[in-house]
C-alpha cells in the first residue's frame, strides 16, 4: 500500500477493499464436509468453522499454517476513577511478560504454534525493551488517552493514527504469509471502555454490558456502571464510530479495529477473543459491515457485555472456558480448533471414496 497516503485515505481505501465471504468456497467446503464418512452434521461447529475459513480465504482448501497472535497494549485515563481492580502500571509491566514469552498468552499461543507480536499504542509507563523471544513493535501515537469522564480519549487525527497503525501491522502479516488473526489487548481500565463502546454503538443500557472486569464487585461495580453512563452522557450518545473512537477510546481498540479492517481487505481470518476485541470488531462493523465475515469469535468470557456483542456480530463463539483474562489468551486457544477444522475438511475421507454415491441418512 501507498506510503504517501494520509491514515484516513489508508483506512478508507482498505474499506473500499473488504468484500463479503466467498459464498461458492464456502458452499463447495459445506457440501465436501457432507460428504465425509460421518452422520450429517455431526462434527457441529468444526463444520461450519472449516467452510467459514473457506469463505474468508476464497479456497476449497483453507489452511491454518501460519497463524499469529497480535497484543495491542495501551492505557486509559479513565483507570484513575477507580473502575479496576488493579493499577494502571500493570499495563506496562505486563508488556514485559508478553515480550519475554511468560504471560498467559505468551504460553497458549506457543502450545498452539501462534506466533506472538505485541504492539504498544499508548502505554504511560512503558518498561524498556528488552530483548525477548516475542517482537514488541513501538506504534505510540499518545502516552495513554484522557480520562474520557472529563474530556475526549484522544483527537480523530490519532485515532485515524491508531487504526491506520492496525491496517499497516494486518498487511504486513499478511505480506508475510500469516493466515490466521487472533486479537489480544492489554490496558488496565479497558473494560469500562469497552462497555461504553458496547452501550454507545448498540444503544444498551449501561448496566446490561458493564461487569468486573479485572475483579470490581459490590458497589465498586455500581459506581464502574454509573461511571460508564457518566462517560455516555459526556461523550452525547455518540454512535458514529469515528466519534466513538475518538471520544471514548481507547487506543489499542482503535489500533484492533484497524487490525480487523486490514485482515479483513487481505481476507485473512480474524480470530477474536474476549469482551475489549469484539468492542473492536464491532467498531470495524460499523466502519465496513462486510468485515464482519472475516471475523471468527474464539471465546466466550462472562463478562456480560461479551454474549451481546456476538450475538450483534451474529458470532457463535468456538470456545467456553469462563476464561476472562484477555490478552488474546481465548483466541490463542481457539487456534488447534481452527486448525483441526481445516484437517478434517481436508485429510477425512469421504462417503464416495468408499463406493457410496450418497451420504444422506436413510431415516
Ligand atoms: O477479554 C475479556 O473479556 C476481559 C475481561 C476482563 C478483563 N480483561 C483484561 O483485564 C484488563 C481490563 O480489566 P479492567 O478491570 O482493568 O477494566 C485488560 O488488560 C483486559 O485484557 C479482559
Ligand atoms: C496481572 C494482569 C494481567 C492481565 N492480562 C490481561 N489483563 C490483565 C490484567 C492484570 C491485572
Known sequence: MDSTLTPRELVDRTVARIEPLDAESSAAAAAAMDGKVKPLGSLGLLEHLASRLAGIQRTTAPHVDHPAIVVCAADHGIATSGVSAYPQEVTGLMLQGFAAGTA?????????????????LGVVAPPPVLPGQNEVLDLRVRAGTGNTLEEDAMTRAQAEQAVAHGIGLAQRLADEGTDLVGLGEMGIGNTTTASAITAALLGRDPA????????????????????????????GDADDPWEVLAGIGGLEVAALTGVVLGCAARRVPVLLDGFITTAAALVASRLAPASVDAMVAGHLSPEPGHAVQLEELGLEPVLRLGMRLGEGSGAALAVPVLRSAVALLAQMGSFADLGLADSTPTA
Open 104 to 120: 498467559a498468552v505468551g504460553v497458549l499461543a506457543q502450545q498452539s504454534g501462534a506466533r506472538l507480536l505485541v504492539a504498544d
Open 208 to 235: 446490561r454490558v458493564t461487569g468486573p472486569g479485572t475483579g470490581v464487585s459490590g458497589e465498586a461495580l455500581a459506581a464502574k456502571v454509573r461511571t460508564v453512563d457518566a462517560v455516555l452522557r459526556r461523550h
